[in-house]
């Protein structure tokens, strides 16, 4: 078994790097993640805008998300038999 390296290796063997163009093109597709910072010994980093571009690209998902939600809250909420109910008698007097 011959062990690989990159002096032994031959171009069949090599994988080529993609170039800054590719690499968003299959972001842009959806075939990749996304890193959090383009610094990659920015490790502390958070970058904001990734998050806000996640979120951003989701915006239906989370839309239509959230008004199933309520919906389904709501139709709950009416449809639930109250465990307790109480009643309350004012008497007002006219005293002189």
């Known amino acids: 078994m011959r062990a690989l390296s990159l002096e032994n290796a031959t171009p ?22 996304e890193p959090v910072s383009r610094n ?16 951003w690209r989701r915006k239906w998902t989370l839309v239509v998300t959230t008004i199933i939600a309520t919906i389904v ?9 109250p465990l307790y109910v109480s009643q309350v008698s004012l008497q007002i007097e006219n005293t002189p």
């Open 12 to 33: 069949g063997d090599r994988v080529p790097e993609l170039t800054d163009q590719q690499q968003e093109l299959r972001r842009l597709a959806g075939l990749t993640t």
């Open 40 to 55: 990659r010994n920015d490790g502390d980093v958070v970058d904001l805008r990734h998050y806000w571009s996640i979120l």
């Open 73 to 81: 809250g709501f139709v709950k909420t009416y449809n639930t038999v």
